[in-house]
């Protein structure tokens, strides 16, 4: 793989659904607990660097949820916990960062992101968070399509199983952007 080169001055970091309700739930291939440990540690390199911080969280409600039909959803045996959206201690937003709240998988459609990365003339976006092929998938997805370049933190996210990791890493975000590790993330910043 080539060198990974980003410019400080145009790439942000985009952390999707670190929240106490999702991260607490079991993940593949990489616990909860590795992924919130290096996405805790991109998001202090970022803020150590002035690179800007984007924190995105669900902040739906049973009255704003999306209700489509489908074969399969995800199951609650009750109302989500009042702390549910709150982002977990580890990556707590500073003033510097950015919140975004969102109703939907994906960080871009009925927020205003897209806006905020192109006010502070970030052409370049670095993903992670959970889950990687539903919340993460979908951000990339419209970042692709937006014209962003993406680099995707493989070991600072997860999903339900590998396999739904894996697919999403091998066949969808190789042809978007590039792959790599939180290290080397660190290492192309500094």
């Known amino acids: 793989m080539p060198e990974l080169d980003m410019n400080k001055k145009t790439t942000a970091l985009v952390v999707i659904d670190l929240q106490k309700g999702i991260a607490a739930q079991p993940t593949q291939p990489h616990p909860s607990s590795v992924v919130i440990k290096n996405a805790a540690r991109l998001v202090t390199a970022f803020r150590k660097n002035t690179m800007p ?70 052409d370049t976006i670095v993903l992670c968070g959970i889950a990687t092929d539903f919340g993460v998938e979908s951000t990339a997805r419209f970042a692709y399509e937006y014209g962003f370049q993406q680099v995707f933190a493989e070991d600072a996210m997860a999903s339900m199983s590998a396999e739904q990791h894996h697919a999403a890493i091998n066949f ?16 192309a910043i500094g």
Do not use: C, N
Not at 85 to 95: L, N, Q, Y
Not at 172 to 187: P, S, W
């Open 53 to 122: 911080v984007f924190l995105v969280h669900v902040v739906s409600t049973p009255e704003t949820m999306i209700r489509v039909k489908s074969d399969a959803s995800f199951s609650r045996t009750g109302p989500m916990p009042p702390d549910w959206s709150e982002f977990i201690s580890e990556i707590a937003p500073v003033p510097t960062d950015v919140v975004i709240g969102k109703k939907q998988w994906g960080a871009f459609y009925g927020t205003d992101l897209e806006l905020q990365l192109r006010r502070r003339g970030m």
């Open 172 to 187: 969808i975000f190789k042809r978007m952007g590039r792959v790599r590790t939180t290290d080397e993330i660190l290492a």
